[in-house]
């Protein structure tokens, strides 16, 4: 449910704009709420979606806008009722800073707040695993736990079966900094999502746990996880042991899509040789680039959607008519051409005019389908 912006009250605005501006992780507000139940009144009361290991956790955070000198609370999901954040703590003045001296007139008290709530919930999460009566389990934490920033969760499947997921950060490189001009707002990384199932007793050689590399979602534009094939578990290995060969594959993988963005570059500069200079392209990750180009008195885009995997994978085209329009006055456009001369081993200038040559057959094909109106 999404709230008006003058239905919340100001200072509560101003928390919640602080925490979702300044917070160290990408949080979601997923909805807001009044205290009645017309939601009638202003709107003091929100969900929050909070990454961790991989996943979310949804915390509720109720303020009083009657009241904006008390500290809110904060409930916590119904799987997490044992966690009381607060009596981990070694004496109660450790709190003092979070609740027990609320200024609401301060923005930065709700982000000081869940950051210390999270902080928690990772220690209380790492305790129950801990505590979990599993041989394998026991073993493995013990190698691993002198890796920085580890995160844990002790939860249920589908089968309603015990399992412990971890979530292991990899690579000590900083990617962001590999890459020119980088937009990110926030360090990419790349995690190896692990899961055990619980209750198995240890055997001489255990069966592999289900392994998942998860990244960043904006990483996509210079480096897909997908293409990442898994090295191989075998028999008897333990994550210790396995952690190192996958981070050096991985390494590798990282540093060539990283020298990837100028191969694109060249290609995008290739193609201004029989195309003109390109109206837009995409500076930094050279992914897409469109040109505008005539056939006659036909005037059309090229549009060029470059892979990662570029020259191993050849790009897409897309023609886009500048003088045909279908009912809703959006231009006309082709499919996605793909069936054009290639080689990954020519060189640039090659491929360009490779593609300028189909091209030129293919713009009357096109200028005759707008006309007839085949295309939409």
């Not at 290991?53 to 806008?65: E, G, K, N, Q, T």
């Not at 799987?79 to 800073?97: A, G, T, V």
């Not at 191969?263 to 995409?282: C, H, K, T």
Request: contains cysteine; aromatic residues 12%.
């Amino acid at each position: 449910m999404a709230a008006a912006p003058e239905n919340v009250p100001s200072f509560i605005a101003a928390q919640l704009s602080h925490l979702l501006a300044h917070f160290r992780l990408t949080l979601k507000v997923d909805q807001m709420w009044s205290a009645d139940k017309y939601n009638s009144g202003p709107f003091d009361r929100f969900s929050l979606l909070i990454p961790y290991c991989l996943d979310f956790i949804r915390w509720d955070v109720i303020f009083d806008a009657e009241s904006p000198n008390a500290a809110p609370d904060v409930i916590f999901g119904p799987e997490d009722d044992s966690f009381h954040p607060f009596h981990m703590l070694p004496s109660p003045e450790s709190s003092n800073n979070c609740l027990s001296d609320w200024n609401y007139k301060d923005p930065s008290r709700l982000l000081t707040l869940i950051q210390f709530l999270r902080d928690q919930y990772v220690l209380y999460q790492r305790k129950r695993v801990e505590e979990v009566d599993d041989e394998r389990l026991k073993f493995e934490i013990s190698t691993i736990l002198s890796r920085e920033g580890i995160e844990m969760y002790m939860g249920s499947n589908a089968e309603k079966l015990e399992e412990v997921k971890f979530a292991v950060p990899l690579l000590d490189m900083n990617i962001n900094n590999m890459v020119s001009c980088c937009p990110w707002r926030y360090s990419q990384k790349i995690y190896l999502q692990v899961v055990y199932p619980v209750g198995r007793k240890y055997t001489s050689v255990p069966s592999a746990p289900r392994l998942k590399l998860v990244s960043s979602p904006e990483l996509k534009a210079v480096f897909s996880i997908d293409d990442v094939k898994l090295p191989s578990w075998v028999d008897g290995m333990c994550l210790a042991e396995y952690l190192p060969n996958l981070e050096e594959y991985l390494g590798k993988q990282v540093f060539e899509a990283v020298s990837l963005i100028e191969v694109r570059r060249q290609f995008i500069e290739a193609l201004a040789s029989p195309f003109g200079r390109p109206i837009e392209a995409d500076p930094v990750f050279c992914r897409k680039a469109t040109f505008l180009c005539a056939s006659g008195v036909f005037t059309f885009l090229v549009h060029f959607m470059i892979p990662t995997q570029f020259p191993k994978q050849q790009p897409a085209v897309m023609l886009q008519s500048s003088q045909h329009f279908n009912s809703q006055m959006a231009p006309l456009k082709s499919r996605l051409i793909s069936d054009y001369p290639w080689s990954p081993r020519w060189e640039p200038l090659q491929m360009a005019e490779r593609i300028c040559e189909f091209l030129a057959d293919e713009a009357l094909n096109f200028k005759r389908q707008c006309s007839e109106g085949q295309v939409q």
